[in-house]
């Protein structure tokens, strides 16, 4: 092939590569094009789904009938929101609690391996240093028994002497350089940093999420009077116009009800005990996929004991309610995976 004709070919495969990268940048733009339309139309139905919902809204407090309905379905979505924060905040506690315990017991077994290994290293030291000072004695005892024996008559013994003296040194340098080795190896395993944190185990996941769940039944109890949480659920998957809760004054009555749950529900005194309780009851039920499942199984985890303690499944009422499963309070959100 000739030269022009090579440079003919390279021109030739120069346009080409040219065509085939704008044809990708051509399908990359066209790619984001219609994604960008995608989203246009997925906010535009969703502007629209919401002024709808804000005129039925409308309308629906400017009737006597069913402005009270639309307080009551709000104040349950309240209610349910404020039992969702109150465990997500329970859970960055336990988080947090559960990282600083086993990161503390970490660094603990950190230490203690680097102290119980500088401990050998040192020993090794102290071991080659007393060898060291023990040949360095017999070379200084051998070279001043050399010079004592001048003279030609004692010429072949001194060389003999010397012969043994030089292995004698070398494995007295031999020595000092694994003292040096040793010196090398305590100071790098002095300076060894702490491991970095890998996060909570499995166990302390396990603990955390069975600590939620005993939480999340804490709270339905809590507001089992009046079927306050089950209202609260159904609230969350229905929309203002589809709720119905009776008559202004059934309404009245039901908000009064939510309201004093809710305060109660701040004044309690001895949550952590009875949360505590609970989740060791749950422990006790408590079954996963496998091994490295987290999340325990809902079908495991399925009633609700109306009492916790040590006889508490013999004492108690057990209620066939299963907060996991239903997710309650929106607790499948906030399982550590």
């Known amino acids: 092939m000739s030269k022009r004709e090579r440079e003919e070919y390279r021109r030739v495969m120069h346009v080409f590569q040219n065509r085939v990268e704008l044809k990708q940048e051509f399908i990359r733009l066209r790619d984001d094009r219609n994604s960008l339309l995608d989203k246009v139309k997925k906010a535009e139905r969703e502007t629209r789904l919401a002024n709808e919902e804000k005129k039925d809204l409308e309308k629906l407090l400017s009737s006597p009938e069913t402005g009270y309905n639309i307080i009551v379905y709000y104040q349950l979505r309240r209610l349910w929101d404020e039992c969702h924060s109150q465990i997500e905040g329970f859970s960055q506690v336990l988080k947090k609690q559960q990282t600083d315990r086993e990161r503390k017991r970490e660094i603990m077994e950190f230490n203690r391996d680097r102290e119980k290994r500088l401990s050998q290293a040192n020993k090794m030291v102290v071991q080659a240093k007393a060898e060291s000072d023990e040949l360095q004695a017999i070379i200084n005892q051998k070279e001043q028994e050399v010079a004592a024996r001048a003279g030609v008559l004692h010429f072949f013994n001194r060389r003999k002497m010397r012969k ?43 603990a955390i999420n069975i600590a939620l769940v005993a939480m999340a039944q804490h709270l339905f109890l809590h507001f089992s009077d009046n079927n306050l949480g089950e209202m ?20 009245e009555y039901l908000m009064q009800k939510v309201a004093a749950a809710l305060e109660r529900l701040q004044e309690q005194s001895d949550f952590a005990e009875k949360l505590k309780a609970r989740a060791d009851w749950l422990r006790t039920q408590a079954e996963f996929k496998n091994e490295n499942d987290p999340v325990p199984l809902a079908a495991s985890l399925s009633k609700i004991s109306t009492t916790v303690g040590k006889d508490a499944i013999e004492t108690g009422l057990l209620l066939d309610v299963n907060v996991l499963a239903d997710d309650y309070w929106g607790l499948l959100s906030l399982m550590v995976e």
């Open 232 to 251: 609260a659920r159904q609230a969350m998957r229905q929309r203002p116009s589809e709720v119905h809760y009776g008559l202004r004054e059934d309404c």
């Open 164 to 206: 043994g003296m030089d292995e004698e040194k070398q494995q007295l340098a031999q020595i000092r350089a694994k003292i040096e080795e040793l010196f090398s190896r305590r100071v790098k395993i002095e300076s060894e940093q702490w491991p970095e944190f890998k996060g909570v185990s499995l166990k302390g996941k396990r």
